[in-house]
C-alpha cells in the first residue's frame, strides 16, 4: 500500500486548505483512512480519522474547524481545513488502515502564519 498526500502549504490565520491522500497498490478491506500531525518538538497526534462505516473520530483541538471525507471509488480521503491557527503548523500525515495493519505516507507540511 502507498499513500501520497498532496495539498499542504502557507495560509494566514483564519484562512483554509485542503489535504487529499490517495491510496495505490493492494488496498482491501480498508478499515480506516485518516489524518494525524506532528508540530516540531511535539509528538504526533490524531486530527481525524474515517471509518469504513462513515463514523469519525476527531482530535480535540480541530473539532469543528475540520471536516474529514473520504471517496473510496477513488481510494481517497480529504482534509478540509477551515479557521486556521497557527498552531496547526505541522506535517501532516496520512494513515490507512485495514486488517494487515497500517501504513503511513509521507507527510505533507501546513504552515499557518499569525
Known amino acids: 500500500v502507498q499513500l501520497q498526500a498532496s495539498g499542504g502549504g502557507s495560509v494566514q490565520a483564519g484562512g483554509s486548505l485542503r489535504l487529499s491522500c490517495a491510496a495505490s497498490?493492494?488496498?482491501?478491506?480498508?478499515?480506516?483512512m485518516g489524518w494525524y500531525r506532528q508540530a516540531p518538538g511535539e509528538q504526533r497526534e490524531l486530527v481525524a480519522v474515517?471509518?469504513?462505516?462513515?463514523?469519525?473520530n476527531w482530535g480535540d483541538s480541530v473539532r469543528g474547524r475540520f471536516t474529514i471525507s473520504r471517496d473510496d471509488a477513488k481510494r481517497t480521503v480529504y482534509l478540509q481545513m477551515n479557521s486556521l491557527k497557527p498552531e496547526d503548523t505541522a506535517v501532516y500525515y496520512c494513515?490507512?488502515?485495514?486488517?494487515?495493519?497500517?501504513?503511513w505516507g509521507q507527510g505533507t507540511l501546513v504552515t499557518v502564519s499569525s
Open positions: 474515517i471509518l469504513s462505516g462513515g463514523s469519525t
Open positions: 497498490g493492494d488496498t482491501v478491506s480498508t478499515y480506516a
Open positions: 494513515r490507512l488502515t485495514d486488517y494487515r495493519g497500517g501504513y
